[in-house]
């Protein structure tokens, strides 16, 4: 009793040996990816619509970084507008949506939280 600290016990066995999080108000954050996403997945960010969670698991972004490198490989090109009277140059596969891209609802718990 008195001054001793009791245990708390967490109530959902998946926290069982988890050390607390704790909050660095220091710390630095990033201001650069390390892995880009699809530019499918940006180019509908910027547009304000929805993009699959799935374009920023690790599948996803994986998938994008290969379509990078083989965007070297391949020299078909498309003309796509950007803002108000400009034009981009972008890869023409990097415009469709993945074939492999998951619904939200289909992702696993482990690719959700990635």
Same mark, same amino acid.
């Given at each position: 009793m008195?001054?001793?600290?009791?245990?708390?016990?967490?109530?959902?066995?998946? &926290?069982v040996?988890?050390q607390? /999080?704790?909050?660095?108000?220091?710390?630095? /954050?990033?201001t650069t990816?390390?892995?880009?996403?699809?530019?499918?997945a /940006? $180019?509908?960010?910027?547009?304000? $619509?929805?993009?699959?969670m799935w374009? !920023?698991?690790?599948?996803?972004?994986?998938e994008?970084?290969?379509?990078?490198?083989?965007?070297?490989?391949?020299?078909?090109?498309a /003309?796509t507008k950007?803002?108000?009277g400009?034009?981009?140059?972008?890869?023409?596969?990097? &415009?469709?949506?993945s $074939?492999?891209a998951? &619904?939200?609802?289909?992702l696993?718990?482990?690719? !959700?939280i990635?």
């Amino acid at each position: 009793m008195g001054n001793q600290a009791q245990e708390v016990q967490p109530a959902d066995p998946v &926290l069982v040996g988890m050390q607390p /999080i704790m909050f660095d108000p220091d710390a630095r /954050i990033a201001t650069t990816l390390t892995a880009r996403p699809a530019d499918y997945a /940006i $180019k509908h960010i910027e547009a304000h $619509k929805h993009v699959p969670m799935w374009y !920023f698991t690790r599948e996803g972004l994986r998938e994008a970084a290969r379509t990078v490198r083989q965007t070297d490989e391949n020299d078909t090109l498309a /003309i796509t507008k950007a803002e108000e009277g400009q034009v981009t140059v972008r890869s023409a596969g990097s &415009l469709s949506a993945s $074939k492999n891209a998951k &619904l939200d609802h289909q992702l696993s718990y482990s690719e !959700f939280i990635h």
